[in-house]
């Protein structure tokens, strides 16, 4: 299963029943929403609206709403497939292969990965229709408002594309834009972000401007790679390749000097002003609540490019669960080994949806000696974007993690907070609310692992309630007897 551009992905879930086309005529103001999060709520499908009142572009939406359709736009039938590749190819890393049959099959996974490498090309259906000058206008896209009181229409699944301007690597990001006028948008990269990491170098370099290209649509998996916590030197574009197991096929945009995946529907070409910031949101955010307004850096438009028939692709998030739930779900699913490379003892790990990501991360470990949870949260706070987590909670390796009522039971039963409860000050998101500073303020860790002598528990920690296999056979044999 690999899907060249948005449209086959679309026909794919068409033809499994996952996507509805919607003939009604819908307004893209607060309307698309409703009807969408009453759809998600239900479990339900992908949403093509055709006929988005003033608009002839089609919008899809909810495309990756559920674990199902975002394995399938990962080209899975279920996400577990792609930590388990992830795995061998750390493995591969970390044990060189023996004896000749390893060692081709190792080569030839190799070729495979370099041969999934972006690759450029001259020329791409995403500039199908090349519009510059008075010509390029954003208010031909139909943006949703989301919510009631968002600040205006934002553009909410485009792939920010930008350059290191020291090194010159590429970063791709899923950051919002808030369109303020045909040619001028918001550009929502958070402080913790790579996109705004570069913002900050090409200031610190005093450059006039910074280029940026934005994408949207696209073949599922490079749609989804800009949501990626990945570190900043590595290329969403090229781990989009791993995971599809062929070449995203990029091409040069026409008014700036950087590549975008030729198989898009719509590219925005522009740049950032460094210095030039403006008023950006409110927004209805993932939080569940509005961030509110607040200054960011301004995307300036200098071209726009699309393919013949193209189709709008946006999302809405809000109250949790929502559809970038299952977008980060993924990433959790495909990041486990990676984190499991610096941090032996990690099990498992869930970021519950209520908790937004970073407000609430949930991992279970093998514990072998004293102070081991306690290490295990700072390794975490120390590690990329898990530097934002507001609250870990460590359980022990048997405690399936992704049972949240079991986690909450563990929690209670265990703990002790004047000893298990460790606070800590560092980097909070630029979204987190309650913090008396903004992006700074307090982190919570809670060991709700099962106390020893280890720990300097002296008293005796009770078993688990836990039926014997004896009777429990016993049961399951005569069950049909009972009559229940
Ligand atoms: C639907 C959706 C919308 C998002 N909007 C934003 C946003 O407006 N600003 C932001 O900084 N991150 C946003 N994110 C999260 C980033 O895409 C994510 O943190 C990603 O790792 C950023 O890429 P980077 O690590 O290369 O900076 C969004 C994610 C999703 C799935």
Partial sequence: MRFKDLREFISFLESKGELRRIKASVSRELEITEITDRVIAAGGPALMFENVDGYDIPLVINLFGSHQRMAWALGVDHIDELTDRVRQIIGMAQTPPTGIVNKLR????????????????????????????????????????????????????????????????RNVGIYRMQIYDGRTMGMHWQSHKVGARHYRISEEKGQERMEVAVALGGDPTTMWSGSMPLPPDMDEIGVAGVIRGEAVEMVRCKTVDLEVPAQSEFVLEGYVVPGELRSEGPFGDHTGYY?????????????????????????????????????????????????????????????????????????????????????????????????????????????????????????????????????????????????????????????????GPMDGFQREWPPDIVMSDEIRRLVDGKWGDYGI
């Fill in 291 to 451: 961030s509110l307004a607040e200054d960011y850096p301004v995307f300036h438009l200098t071209a726009i490019t699309h393919r013949k028939d193209p189709i709008y692709p946006t999302t809405f998030v809000g109250r949790p669960p929502k559809e970038d739930y299952f977008m980060g779900k993924a990433s959790e699913r495909i990041m486990l080994p990676a984190l499991q490379m610096t941090l032996p003892e990690l099990v498992d790990i869930n970021m519950p949806a209520e908790g937004i990501f970073l407000n609430l991360v949930i991992v279970s470990i093998k514990k072998e000696y004293a102070g081991q949870a306690s290490k295990v949260m700072h390794a975490l706070w120390g590690l990329g974007l898990m530097m934002l987590a507001k609250t870990i909670v460590v359980v022990d390796h048997y405690v399936d993690v992704q049972n949240v009522s079991e986690v909450a039971w563990r929690v209670a039963t265990n703990l002790d907070p004047g000893r298990d409860i460790l606070f800590t000050e560092g980097p909070l998101d630029d979204l987190e609310q309650a913090s008396a500073r903004p992006r700074y303020g307090t982190k919570m860790g809670i060991d709700a692992t099962a106390k």
């Fill in 106 to 169: 190792t080569l030839g996974e190799l070729a495979g990965l370099a041969r999934s490498q972006p690759k450029t090309v001259r020329s791409g259906p995403c500039q199908d229709v090349v519009l510059t000058g008075d010509e390029a206008d954003v208010n031909m896209l139909p943006a949703l408002k989301c919510w009631p009181l968002d600040g205006g229409r934002y553009i909410t699944l485009p792939l920010v594309i930008s350059r290191d301007p020291d090194s010159g690597r």
